[in-house]
T-cell receptor, first 114, second 114 residues
């Protein structure tokens, strides 16, 4: 069965510092992997998506993630945090196919300190 | 392009009452999903439609939850009777087709059951 583990339910960084949000997955087949961001009282917005092309995926707002099969990881990074990055971030996995059901992690709340 | 529309945004009911949520997906999207997001957790799929047929409802509590997608466009999710543990945000998402495609989320309906 697929599952997603996000280490750290809360992460706090200073403005301008590196952002690193961790995600590990388990899947019996090559997965599709996603990072979504959720701002307060809003729905989820796609940041980036991995679908077995390049292992380094660039997304919106300066975020990127690297797929490492040997570590079953898909960590999200951004070189320099901005105040507007404060939000909750969800990693999700899907095996594609007929349902393409997304299995989400429990989320990481990112706080950015001035 | 209009996004996924959901209404109402907020709903407060007492336990044992009934409630209904409405979703209008992005035009042309054949696949529609309903997710339940309990506070502090990632979204969990309740039901997936492909056009007006159910693809996956394995995690839908069918004794109290029901959903329909008449005419393969908008959808309604109903809870009857509601329990305290149904307090959550109910998210609707849509995609062009299931496999590997991006799911676009609405802003959600926040349900409080008292």
């Amino acid at each position: 069965a697929q599952s997603v583990t996000q280490l750290g339910s809360h992460v706090s960084v200073s403005e301008g510092a590196l952002v690193l949000l961790r995600c590990n997955y388990s899947s019996s087949v090559p997965p599709y992997l996603f990072w979504y961001v959720q701002y307060p009282n809003q729905g989820l917005q796609l940041l980036l998506k991995y679908t077995s092309a390049a292992t380094l995926v660039k997304g919106i707002n300066g975020f990127e993630a690297e797929f490492k099969k040997s570590e079953t990881s898909f960590h999200l990074t951004k070189p320099s945090a901005h105040m507007s990055d404060a939000a909750e971030y969800f990693c999700a996995v899907s095996e594609g196919g007929a349902t393409n059901k997304l299995i989400f992690g429990t989320g990481t709340l990112l706080a950015v300190q001035p | 392009e209009a996004g996924v529309a959901q209404s109402p945004r907020y709903k407060i009911i007492e336990k044992r009452q009934s409630v209904a949520f409405w979703c209008n997906p992005i035009s042309g999207h054949a696949t529609l999903y309903w997710y339940q997001q309990i506070l502090g957790q990632g979204p969990k799929l309740l039901i997936q439609f492909q056009n007006n047929g159910v693809v996956d409802d394995s995690q839908l509590p069918k004794d109290r939850f029901s959903a329909e997608r008449l005419k393969g466009v908008d959808s309604t999710l109903k809870i009857q009777p509601a329990k305290l543990e149904d307090s959550a945000v109910y998210l609707c998402a849509s995609s062009l087709e299931p496999s590997g495609n991006i799911q676009y989320f609405g802003a959600g309906t926040r349900l409080s059951v008292l």
